[in-house]
């Protein structure tokens, strides 16, 4: 996949097969990348799928300002949460707060 824009070293917006605007996050996923340049995708620990604008722009602020130790925090809690409730949690969680 090709980054579209790099939102810092673990953060990247980039399209999918389905020329979907999604954001994915893994561990230096974007260090010493350029815009237009390929990505492993190996690397890949968390994808999202941008559907509408205004969420789009809300988490791509949130993932470019916030911490990755307070990303991965984030995850592990949503993670846990979803492993004991019998319902699907919205992967947009993140956004809410």
Request: include cysteine.
């Amino acid at each position: 996949m090709k980054i579209k824009k790099i939102l810092n070293n673990n953060v990247v917006i980039s399209e999918n097969e389905c020329k979907q605007e999604i954001v994915v996050m893994g561990r230096g996923l974007a260090f010493q990348k350029k815009v237009g340049e390929t990505f492993d995708t190996a690397k890949v620990e968390k994808t999202f799928v941008l559907e509408t604008q205004g969420i789009s722009e809300k988490l791509a602020r949130l993932l470019r300002d916030t911490s990755e130790r307070y990303l991965n925090i984030a995850s592990k809690i949503m993670d846990y949460a979803q492993s004991h409730l019998p319902y699907k949690l919205d992967e947009y969680l993140y956004v809410w707060a």
